[in-house]
C-alpha cells in the first residue's frame, strides 16, 4: 500500500463513519431500523448514481480490496454474534405454532423461489442449473432474526406472544437457511479440482462441538461466572473465532460460515453474563466495520441499466419473496387455529430481511452463482421487504395494541425476557454511537 493510498483508505473510513451515522439517522427518523438507512446509502454511492462517478471519485479502485478486507473482518464478527445470540432454548420451549410456522415460512418461499430460479436460469445462470435453483429458493427463504428482534423491541412486542412465537420461527428459518445456503456452497465447490475439501465440513462442525465446546466450558468456568472476561479469555474466542472462519473458507464453504458455527458452540451455561459483554466488545468494532461492509455491497449494486426486463424481474422477485414468504407463514399459523389478523401480524414480521439477505446475497455474488444484476435486484427486494414490516406492522397492530395482538404469554408458556439479547447484535439495528 501506498502513502497516498493510505491516505485515501483513512479518509474514506472517516466518510463511512459519517454517512452510515446520517443514514441511520435518517432511516430512525422516517420509522425504519437505521441498518436499513446504512443499505440504501451504500447503494446510493455505488454504480447507480452518475453512472458510477461518485463511487469512483469517493472509493477509487486502488482502495477497494483495503475496503473489501476489513468489511470481511465487519462480517465476521456480525456472523460470530448472530451464532453467540442464538437461543436455543427457544426451539424446546416455543411449542408447536412456532415449529409449523417456521416450517412454512421456509418451505413455501424455498419452493417458490426454486420455480422463479427455473425462469430466470435462462439470462443470468453463471453456475450450475441445480445450485442456482437451490440458491434463489434459500435466498427467498431469509427471515432476518436480529433485526426482527430489534423491531419487536422498539415496539414494545419482546414479551408478548407474537415476539416468542415470531422469534422463535425465525431463529428455525435462519438455521435451517444457513444449513442449506453452505450444502449449496458445497455444490458450487464440488465443480473444482479440490471439491474434496468439502467432504470435510461435517466433521469440522463436529470437531467444534465435540472438542471446541467442552474446551471453552472450561476456561468460562475457571474464571468463574459473573467475572469479567480475562485478556486470555478474549484471545481464545478471538483466535478461535478467526482459524474457525479461515478453517471453512480453505474447506470451499465461504467464511461467514465458520464464524457462525463458532458462535453456536461458544457455551450458553458457564458464564451466561460473558454473552453482553462479548457483543458490547465486538459492537465498537462493527460499529466502523459493517458500514464499509455496506458500501462494499452498495458499489456492486447497479441499476441504472436496468430497463424494462430488469424491472419485470424485479416485480417477479418481489411478488414472489413476498408471496412465499408471508403466505407460508399465514397459512401455516392458520393451521394451528390462530386468528387470520394474528397470522397476518406473525407473517410480515416473518418477512423481515435486513443485513442476513445482504449477506446470503454476498455469498452467492462471490461464489459466482449469482450475476451482478441479478444480485441488485434481490438486494432492491431486500431493501423493500424490511421496509415495508414497520408500516404494514403499525397497520395490523398499532403500538396501543401490539402487546393485545397476541396477548402475554400465559402461565403455561415460557415467558420470554423483557429485553431480547438478540436486540443488541450490531449492526441489524443500531447505528454508530
Known sequence: MTELQAAILLADLALILVLARLAGR?????????VLGEIVGGILVGSTLFDGAIAETLFPHEVRPYLGALANIGLVLFMFVVGLEFDFSRLHGSGRVAGVTALGATVVPFGLGCLLALHLAASHQATSRLSFVLFIGVALSVTAFPVLA???????????????LALSAAAVCDLAVWTMLSFVQALVDGDGRDHWRVTLAIPFALFLYVGVRP?????????????PLTGNSRVVLLSGLLASSAMTQWLGLHFVFGAFLFGLVVPRSANSGYRQEVTQDI??????????????????????????????ELSLIMLVAVTGKFGGAWLAARSQGMPPRDCAVL?????????????????????????ERLYSLMTVMAVVTTAATGPLL????????????????????????????????????????
Open 283 to 312: 459492537k465498537s468494532a462493527t460499529n466502523l466495520l459493517l458500514p464499509v461492509y455496506f458500501i462494499v455491497a452498495g458499489l456492486n449494486v447497479d441499476l441504472s441499466e436496468v430497463g424494462l426486463q430488469g424491472l419485470g
Open 26 to 34: 435518517l432511516a430512525r427518523a422516517l420509522g425504519q431500523p437505521p
Open 215 to 227: 474446551l471453552l466450558t472450561k476456561i468460562l468456568v475457571r474464571q468463574g461466572a459473573g467475572r
Open 347 to 371: 407473517a410480515t414480521l416473518m418477512n423481515t430481511r435486513g443485513l442476513t439477505e445482504l449477506v446470503a446475497l454476498s455469498v452467492g455474488l462471490q461464489a459466482g452463482i449469482l450475476d
Open 150 to 164: 430489534r423491531i419487536l423491541d422498539d415496539r414494545g412486542m419482546t414479551g408478548t406472544r407474537a415476539g416468542t
Open 394 to 433: 403499525a397497520w395490523l397492530a398499532p403500538r396501543r395494541e401490539s402487546a393485545k395482538a397476541f396477548g402475554r404469554p400465559d402461565d403455561q408458556s415460557r415467558t420470554a425476557p423483557a429485553r431480547s439479547p438478540a436486540a443488541q447484535v450490531p449492526g441489524e439495528g443500531q447505528s454508530p454511537p
